[in-house]
């Protein structure tokens, strides 16, 4: 009977959401790759998607308590993974990202890398006693995000590791920081963002120069960006029509099953299609912060919000960068973009979020 009322107990809502948002992103990605050597795409990803929720299933049986209980390991664990990608890692597009697992398949270590800061960030803030924090634990948990940041940047990957800084923000925001830390913080970014431009390589700091002015190079640099504008353009308000995407099908468009999906999605299904998309993910957001005040303690609370604010801002990221507004960076949309250890991990953090669920009653 406890099985079956774990079952009952999910939140189908969240899952149900997230299937719609997968269903339409499998839609796209038969679009976008239809007659090209990524034709298989859109079956692969249905493969993901099927995986993905087996994932989620077994993250909610295992008590997150028990997880958190494990983050010194799962943290060195990760380190260790993060060190040998670049040793064993297969080249692509020039960064080491993924280690080959066989049959076309790869693993991405960055992304459930992820699910580790999670983790961290929560077991850290929940452990304190206090509802302020001082600054030794800003100093602590900013160095124990910024090991796994700083070796995957230097994969070179600096999209995916931003995506460790939204996890970090929200919990020193939750967890109680000083407004005198925060603006110390916000200041010692700003100082130092120009010293860090000499430490991107060269395509990085090509796409912070497109970005400012991407007609500078528009056949070369600036590609990706105008095709982009022009395919979120062309699509109107109701769309040119699944597979009649003049920017997408003719290949204009680079990469439109995954970094510039949404671009191919504007195209083919209009102003209209991106409110339903836009729609679907504000109401997943909306669960997810549902069961973060529904959780039965402070980790909890912080692993659910830790997941909407990494969902939040790939959505802004990926979006942005389709409508020119932010720089190219490779940070895929999540659940829509085709790619494995993404729909994987973020399925995993929907398991998290529905074990916080599950015991919400638990004294």
């Not at 990803?45 to 993905?52: A, E, N, T």
């Not at 890692?89 to 991405?108: A, E, T």
């Not at 923000?169 to 110390?184: C, E, K, P, S």
């Not at 860090?196 to 600036?222: C, H, I, N, S």
Request: hydrophobic share 55%.
């Amino acid at each position: 009977m406890s099985g079956y009322r774990s079952i009952r107990g999910l939140d189908w809502g969240l899952i149900l959401i997230a299937v719609a948002i997968c269903a339409l992103g499998i839609l796209q990605i038969y679009s976008a790759t239809l007659d090209t050597a990524w034709r298989s795409a859109w079956w692969k990803q249905i493969l993901y998607l099927v995986v993905g929720l087996g994932a989620m299933w077994l993250m909610t049986r295992i008590d997150y308590h028990t997880l958190l209980g494990q983050v010194p390991v799962l943290y060195g664990a990760s380190l260790a993974l993060l060190v040998l990608t670049p040793l064993v890692g297969r080249l692509v597009w020039g960064s080491k990202r993924w280690i080959p697992m066989g049959l076309g398949f790869k693993f991405q270590t960055s992304e459930f890398v992820k699910l580790v800061i999670v983790l961290l960030v929560a077991r850290y803030l929940a452990e304190l006693k206090s509802n302020r924090l001082e600054g030794r634990d800003l100093l602590k948990l900013g160095a124990l995000v910024g090991v796994p940041f700083a070796l995957v940047a230097a994969q070179p990957d600096l999209g995916t590791s931003l995506t460790y800084v939204p996890i970090l923000v929200i919990g020193l925001f939750l967890g109680g920081i000083r407004w005198q830390h925060a603006a110390l913080v916000v200041g010692l970014a700003a100082v130092l963002m120009p010293v860090g431009w000499f430490f991107l390589k060269d395509y990085q700091r090509a796409r912070l120069e497109t970005f400012v002015d991407p007609m500078k190079d528009p056949t070369g640099k600036g590609y990706q960006v105008i095709q982009s504008k022009i395919a979120v353009g062309a699509g109107g308000i109701w769309g040119r029509g699944v597979t009649h995407g003049s920017q997408t099908q003719l290949r204009f468009l680079p990469v439109a099953h995954t970094d510039f999906l949404i671009s191919a999605f504007a195209e083919e299904h209009g102003f209209v299609g991106i409110l339903v998309v836009l729609g679907l993910y504000f109401l997943l957001m909306m669960q997810v912060v549902q069961n973060a005040q529904t959780a039965p303690d402070r980790a909890g609370m912080f692993i659910c919000m830790g997941v909407c604010s990494l969902l939040l801002f790939h959505l802004l990221v990926n979006a942005g960068m389709a409508a020119g507004r932010m720089p190219v960076t490779g940070i895929p949309l999540p659940l829509m973009s085709y790619g494995g250890s993404s729909m994987l991990s973020v399925f995993m953090m929907l398991g998290l979020v529905n074990n916080v669920r599950l015991r919400r009653f638990v004294a």
